[in-house]
């Protein structure tokens, strides 16, 4: 098994692609080993890795985001253990993580504002998840209020120095450009 490691636009965020599908459907972020605990044995066994702080999976990667530690030192102990895990053939997730997240729960928006979401929700899903994805992340819609459009930032994109940039200049400055009642755009 050959897995290819790809920078990311965060120094603290290594892509790793292990030439399979991660996560069918969806992605999981990890933030603690608890919660990675509870709910994928890869993810668990990452957190096991000294210095990792984060552990996020895609369609076909995995980010893992890392405190001070040198990636020359982290990098061969995390290719260990992915490799290992999916040689042994175990599942990414131990319960399949809701997708209920990724689509309508947890979003807050005017009834009225259904036909501007849609636009939003569409233009996220041709042409801002493909690039965000590209650099290990993922950016999913959270609402529209008063002209503000509120985006969650994932995986490599969380705690990213130009993930402001990117938001501000790429998406704020798209979704003006296809959808004029859009105003500004929000991480949360």
Known sequence: MFIQTETTPN???LKFLPGK????????DFRD???AASTSPLAAKLFAVPGVTGVFFGYDFITITKDGADWQHLKPAILGTIMEHFMAGAPVMSVQESA?????EGEFFDEADIEIVDT??????T???????QDGGDITFRGFEKGTVY???KGACSGC???????KHGIQNLLRHFVPEVQHVESV
Do not use: C, D, N, Q
């Open 151 to 153: 985006l969650h930032m």
């Open 127 to 133: 042409r801002v998840r493909p690039a965000v994805a």
């Open 100 to 104: 209920a997240s990724e689509h309508g």
């Open 21 to 28: 599908v991660v996560m069918p459907e969806g992605t999981a």
């Open 11 to 13: 120094p603290a965020t």
């Open 161 to 167: 120095p130009s993930s402001t940039a990117t938001l």
């Open 33 to 35: 080993a608890e919660t």
């Open 120 to 125: 939003i929700k569409e233009l996220l899903e």
